[in-house]
Nanobody, 118 residues
């Protein structure tokens, strides 16, 4: 059974940091690219960052998070991370991880809430 379980969300003040984790099971994690998405209330889900499969040598970020967010993966732990620094109120959203299947099916986690507010 495939599972993606996000954790690490919460309430943080502007300028603060959070580290999200997404623990995967039930599929060959290292062969999937992994992405983080977010969805704010009343808005469409948007892609935040993607890391390629295997060694994760290719990484892409949404322009508004470049220089503040860092995506990484640990294939030994079947986990992908999103380090979020210098958080802004506009980063408030539910954050989801996705296993990018390519020709295979995609898998989604259930999401974790991030709220940036003073």
């Amino acid at each position: 059974q495939v599972q993606l379980v996000e954790s690490g969300g919460g309430l943080v003040q502007p300028g603060g940091s959070l580290r999200l984790s997404c623990a995967a099971s039930g599929f060959t994690f290292s062969t999937y690219a992994m992405s983080w998405y977010r969805q704010a209330p009343g808005k469409e889900r948007e892609l935040v960052a993607t890391i390629s499969s295997s060694t994760g040598g290719r990484i892409n970020y949404k322009d508004s998070v470049k220089g503040r967010f860092t995506i990484s993966r640990d294939n030994a732990k079947n986990t992908v991370y999103l380090q979020m620094n210098s958080l802004k109120p506009e980063d408030t959203a539910v954050y989801y991880c996705k296993a990018v299947g390519g020709l295979r099916r995609d898998y989604w986690g259930q999401g974790t809430q991030v709220t940036v507010s003073s």
